[in-house]
């Protein structure tokens, strides 16, 4: 996975993608100009406008999808109240994947076939849809299919909502000349990041000439050497990477000068969103989303996150299910998404804690701020012989065991410097064990490469713990003292 370039696109043009690629600019214009009109619009017309997208949603669920029928069977006909709705997990979506979706077309047992060849990342599914999966912490893998509005509302979201969006280069770099753009994601999987950012190559080759996607999987010092050679004047990727990255520049070893960061798919910290900042002496534009709608909220100047509360429906709720007030973390939080019809999510439990704030925020924007709370496994910091501890991100050590080794339940803990521990979840002792072995095989290989050979591996016949207080797994534990803040 040490290559720079992803399988995907740019292997031969497909002379649909310049048809598809037109189609989701016009839609992407449509949308644009929606958006901006309902950020100009008093707050009645919004609330008129978002409540008649649930109504929409709603009554689309429940013509097209047999699942959400039969699971809002004790809701009142013609019911247009949200709240009426019971709450779903991925879990019962994923047992009724047929039924769940809006296209009979849809076939999980295909799309599973499809998402296992990473040949085929970012390929259009039946011709219009963009697929990706996610396994999230409750170990149950997803299967996400977008329709071309809902695409085409995501990329409107980013390019109004962010001061400049990551798909639209800020005009005044384009003036100056091509600006190199840089994702450090996971890769070898249909991911959502990285499928959204090869599906925009694929459809826009202008931006493909100036785009690279690079392996979080692979050795820091050989990305370090990429990103230099590559000198992105715009760089994404998880927070706990750009930390890492951060420290690589401070210690002069990556000598970047970009003019924006894009932080998404874990909590960004005060203190990591300081040190980042400072290091690069450049803004970090964080987003908040989730393979089930990728654009849930946005990242302020000022640090706040303000929800797409036209397209999204974000209610925190507690371990009743009882909605909790604003001020107040939540157990976890129902996600409705309105701009994909496909694959309706109405009443999503998405497992994230969050605060919704009740002060509004200095930049002047009047959509709510959340603040989202977990959802950020640990740094490890092994000590691998050599002068400085070697980091290790726990999404990369969560996608090994992930992809290579088929198993999504699992914990590893930290017993020593140079020590770790890993259990696994799977029913039977005898599938618990052969689930072990192959997890500690992949994870073996992965710390070699690291080069942290010398890190004793063992396995143990337990259960993963399961946090008491909020009732989630953490599949990462460094030791205390090294475990990073927040
Ligand atoms: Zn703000």
Request: charged share 20%; hydrophobic share 40%; glycine share 8%.
């Amino acid at each position: 996975m040490a290559g720079t370039r992803e399988p995907g696109p740019g292997r031969g043009v497909d002379p649909w993608d310049w048809w598809r690629g037109t189609d989701e600019l016009c839609r992407w214009g449509g949308r644009v100009h929606e958006i901006w009109l309902d950020d100009l619009a008093d707050d009645a017309t919004r609330r008129n406008t978002r409540q008649q997208r649930i109504a929409a949603l709603l009554s689309h669920a429940r013509a097209g999808s047999a699942f959400y029928r039969r699971h809002h069977r004790h809701v009142a006909a013609g019911c247009e109240a949200l709240t009426a709705c019971p709450p779903v997990t991925r879990a019962q979506l994923m047992a009724h994947f047929d039924e769940w979706v809006t296209d009979p077309q849809l076939r999980r047992s295909e799309l599973e076939a499809f998402v296992r060849d990473p040949h085929r990342i970012a390929e259009p599914w039946l011709g219009r849809y963009a697929v990706w999966t996610s396994s999230g912490t409750s170990g149950v893998p997803g299967i996400y299919v977008q329709d071309p509005e809902a695409l085409a509302i995501y990329a409107a979201l980013l390019t109004v909502r962010f001061e400049f969006g990551p798909m639209v280069p800020d005009p005044w770099q384009l003036a100056a000349g091509p600006s190199r753009m840089a994702l450090v994601a996971a890769t070898g999987g249909h991911f959502a990041g990285v499928v959204w950012w090869l599906r925009q190559c694929r459809l826009h080759p202008a931006l493909a000439a100036h785009t690279r996607v690079f392996s979080i999987l692979q050795p820091l010092g050989e990305l370090v050497a990429q990103l230099n050679d590559w000198r992105p004047a715009f760089l994404g990727s998880y927070p706990t990477m750009l930390a890492l990255l951060a420290r690589e520049q401070r210690a002069g070893r990556l000598s970047l000068r970009p003019r924006s960061l894009w932080s998404g798919g874990e909590v960004l910290t005060a203190a990591d969103r300081h040190d980042i900042e400072e290091a690069f002496g450049c803004p970090v534009l964080e987003d908040y989303g989730a393979s089930e709608c990728m654009q849930i909220a946005f990242g302020c100047r000022h640090g706040c996150l303000h929800l797409n509360d036209d397209w999204v429906v974000l209610e925190p709720v507690d371990a009743h299910g009882q909605p909790v007030p604003a001020g107040q973390p939540s157990h976890t939080v129902l996600l409705t998404n309105l701009a994909n019809r496909v694959q309706p999510v109405i009443r999503y439990d998405l497992g994230d804690s969050v605060t919704m704030d009740s002060a509004p925020c200095a930049c002047g924007s009047r959509r709510p701020t959340v603040r989202v709370q977990g959802r950020r496994d640990d740094v490890l910091l092994l000590d691998a012989g050599g002068a400085e501890p070697l980091r290790v991100l726990p999404l990369a050590i969560e996608t090994v065991i992930e992809e290579e080794a088929g198993i999504h339940r699992f914990q590893l803990i930290q017993t020593a410097p140079d020590a770790l521990c890993l259990r696994v979840d799977a029913p039977g002792a005898r599938r618990r064990a052969g689930a072990a072995r192959r997890a500690a095989k992949a994870l073996a290989r992965f710390l070699r490469a690291q080069g942290a050979g010398n890190v004793k591996l063992a396995t143990e016949d337990c259960a993963p713990e399961i946090n008491p207080l909020s009732g989630k797994l953490c599949r990462i534990r460094a030791l205390p003292r090294a475990r990073c803040p927040g």
